[in-house]
Each structure stands twice: as C-alpha cells, then as structure tokens.
C-alpha cells in the first residue's frame, strides 16, 4: 500500500503565527482529504482537495499531484486551532476504492 | 444536518466476550467505512460497504472480525473474543459514493472508544 508521511510531527505557536503543515505520499492518490482532530477525537474535515488550491478562512491548502505532496496553511493560528491534523488520501490505482490511507498526523499547540 | 453517529460511545468489555459496534451513517450515503485508531497513530482502514456488500475487507486484522450492513444503511462491527490489543477507538465514516469515478469526501463519526480488560 502507499505510504503517508506528515511533517512536522509536533509543533508549537505562540497564537497569531502562521504554519504549514506538509503531507507527502509515496504513490499517486485522489481523493486527498486534511482533517482535524480535535480534543475530543472528532475528525473534522477541513479539504477535500485532490489537486490545486482552496481555501476556507484562515485555512488553505495546495495539493500538487504530480509531485504527490499537498500542503496546509494555517494562519493567525488561534489557540482553538490545536490538535492533530491528518491528511489522507485514496491509491490512484488498483482496487483499494475506498481505503483511505493516514499519516501520522502533525500535534499543533497554540499557545495564549 | 445530521452526521455519522456511532453507538456505544464507550464500551468497556473483558478479554474473550463479543461485542457489537453500531454505525449510522450520513441518510443518503451508499458507502460506508469502518477504521480504527491506536492510541497516537492515524486511523487504519478496517473494511469498506458499497450498499450492503463488503467491497473491500482487507483491513480487517483476523476472523475474530466481521460486519455488516444488511440494508444498506446501517452497520454493525461484531468482534469475537475479544483481546486486549483490540482497545482502540473505532471509527466510522461514511460518503456519497464510493466508486474511483466518483467524488467520495468521507465523513467521520464520533467514534467507540473499546477497552478491552
């Protein structure tokens, strides 16, 4: 199966920074997802976003398909910004429809 | 609107019972997921519904494992005897479609959190 690696694993702001949070995959994928998982465990959906670039508020994100990475831009971060951030993504190929494949995740902590 | 919901929130069971994990997904969305999260790692993909059939159970770790959706609605997750490495939380999620063709954003319940004694 593809892999998913995340970076940074762990990062810490002071509140009002901004961030980018970086998702790289060894194979293609669609369906490319970002989600956050807050506190409580809820995953939240932030993008679907399986090439270019949309944004929602203080959240943005790129995917760059063909070099099988997307990004995410967090700015003016705010201390309910923290949590794990996921991305995730589908195999291009074969018959895995739908398996999504997680990273690691990204620990963000806003500070006051 | 209403989300994916999941039942038991919380189910707390000793090593060798059976337990059932209920999943109610978005009205409306044709395929449903199950996955599970150890704790600090991501969701791992468990076993994927179009309808009422299993179109992909290849996550599913051994035979203790099995669900099922007979109306294509909603699922249960069924695990036999259970042992104390299957604590984790258990997710549900569901989506539109789930074909390649297809736009399928899955949507996520809330999860059951199992500990297994």
């Known amino acids: 199966g593809i892999q998913v690696e995340q970076s940074p694993p762990d990062l810490i702001l002071q509140e009002g920074a901004n961030s980018t949070l970086r998702c790289n995959f060894s194979?293609?994928?669609?369906?490319l997802q970002w989600f956050h998982q807050n506190p409580w465990g809820q995953l939240i959906n932030l993008f679907y976003i399986p090439s270019g670039t949309k944004q929602n508020g203080r959240l943005s994100a790129t995917t760059v398909a063909t070099e099988r990475y997307s990004l995410l831009y967090i700015s003016s971060s705010q201390t309910t910004d923290s949590g794990v951030y996921f991305c995730a993504g589908r195999p291009a190929g074969g018959t895995s429809y739908g398996k999504l494949t997680f990273g690691q995740g990204t620990i963000l902590t806003v500070h006051p | 609107g209403a989300g994916v919901s999941q039942t038991p929130s919380n189910k707390v069971t000793e090593k060798g019972k059976y337990v059932e994990l209920r999943c109610d997904p978005i009205s409306g969305h044709t395929a449903l997921y199950w996955y599970r999260q150890s704790l600090g790692q991501g969701p791992e993909f468990l076993i994927y519904f179009q309808g009422t059939g299993a179109a992909d159970d290849s996550g599913l770790p051994n035979d203790r494992f099995f669900a099922v959706r007979p109306e294509g609605s909603v699922s249960t997750l069924k695990i036999q005897r259970t042992e104390r490495g299957d604590s984790a939380v258990y997710l549900c999620?569901?989506?539109?479609?789930?074909?390649?063709?297809?736009?399928?954003?899955?949507?996520f319940g809330p999860g059951t959190r199992l500990t297994v004694l």
């Open positions: 999620a569901s989506s539109l479609g789930g074909g390649t063709r297809y736009y399928n954003e899955q949507f």
């Open positions: 194979d293609s994928v669609n369906n």
